[in-house]
C-alpha cells in the first residue's frame, strides 16, 4: 500500500461569492501557484471559477499515534 506523502495538501475551492462547496489535494511540489478550475455550482445551476482558498483548513498536520 502506498504511503501518504507530505507532498500532497488538502485544499479548499471557493467561488466568487465566497463559497467554499468543494475541496481536493494538490501535489504542492508540482503546482506552487494557486489552483483555478471551472466546477458546477450547485447554488447558480452553472460552471463557475473556482479558485483555491487561502484559508488553512486544519486538515494538513499528521496527528500523533498514542
Avoid: D
Avoid at 485544499?11 to 475541496?23: D, I, P, S, T
Avoid at 511540489?29 to 483548513?57: D, F, I
Amino acid at each position: 500500500m502506498a504511503k501518504k506523502s507530505e507532498k500532497r495538501k488538502i485544499v479548499g475551492l471557493v467561488n466568487a461569492a465566497g463559497e467554499r462547496h468543494y475541496y481536493t489535494t494538490k501535489n504542492t511540489q508540482n503546482t506552487p501557484g494557486k489552483l483555478e478550475m471551472m466546477k458546477y455550482n450547485p447554488t447558480t445551476r452553472k460552471r463557475e471559477l473556482y479558485k483555491e482558498s487561502a484559508k488553512n483548513l486544519g486538515r494538513n498536520e499528521v496527528k500523533k499515534r498514542k
